[in-house]
T-cell receptor, first 111, second 111 residues
Framework: KQEVTQIPAALSVPEGENLVLNCSFTDSAIYNLQWFRQDPGKGLTSLLL?????REQTSGRLNASLDKSSGRSTLYIAASQPGDSATYLC??????????FGTGTSLTVIP | ETGVTQSPTHLIKTRGQQVTLRCSSQ?????VSWYQQALGQGPQFIFQ???????GRGNFPPRFSGLQFPNYSSELNVNALELDDSALYLCGYQVPNYGYTFGSGTRLTVV
């Protein structure tokens, strides 16, 4: 069974700092990996999708990388802003049809 | 705005009752998945529907059931509600080359 772990569980940084969120998974036979943002009590907002054949994806200040062989992904956020404060979830889609989610990293950006 | 609508946004039910949650996509995508997210946890896969047929199910008891309609909207039904069913219920549609897009969720409280 796929297990997804996110480290750290919580992170607090001053505004303007660059930061990295980590995600690891146990089964490398994945179809794709998707990063989501979740505000308190809200649904999931998709940030980046990385297909299994890709190494990284970029969108604005966000960059996500994927290393299938080591079972790792990172989400890099440049020049953090208070509006980036949220929980960030990593989700791995196996070659079946089921997402396996981590428990998330709760990010607080301090003005 | 993700184009995925869930209703209702919140509801409170009594233990033993039955509940129906609804989900639809503006864009008519044919693959929909339902997830349960307990407080402080990552979402857990309940089941997936593709073109009105269930094609994957997570580790949830049979009192969790679903439907997908010809217009690809979907329902999640939960019978004999238990206190532990209190959670945020998320539905998401698979969008080609984009991954999954989720709705804002339904917050269910069982008392």
């Amino acid at each position: 069974k796929q297990e997804v772990t996110q480290i750290p569980a919580a992170l607090s940084v001053p505004e303007g700092e660059n930061l990295v969120l980590n995600c690891s998974f146990t089964d490398s036979a994945i179809y794709n990996l998707q990063w989501f943002r979740q505000d308190p009590g809200k649904g999931l907002t998709s940030l980046l999708l990385i297909q299994s054949s890709q190494r990284e994806q970029t969108s604005g200040r966000l960059n996500a990388s994927l290393d299938k062989s080591s079972g790792r992904s990172t989400l890099y956020i440049a020049a953090s802003q208070p509006g980036d404060s949220a929980t960030y979830l990593c989700a791995v889609l196996n070659t079946g049809n089921q997402f396996y989610f981590g428990t998330g990293t709760s990010l607080t950006v301090i003005p | 705005e993700t184009g995925v609508t869930q209703s209702p946004t919140h509801l409170i039910k009594t233990r033993g009752q039955q509940v129906t949650l609804r989900c639809s996509s503006q864009s008519g995508h044919n693959t929909v998945s339902w997830y349960q997210q307990a407080l402080g946890q990552g979402p857990q896969f309940i089941f997936q529907y593709y073109r009105e047929e269930e094609n994957g199910r997570g580790n949830f008891p049979p009192r969790f059931s679903g439907l997908q309609f010809p217009n690809y909207s979907s329902e999640l039904n939960v019978n004999a509600l238990e206190l532990d069913d209190s959670a945020l219920y998320l539905c998401g549609y698979q969008v080609p080359n984009y991954g999954y897009t989720f709705g804002s969720g339904t917050r269910l409280t069982v008392v």
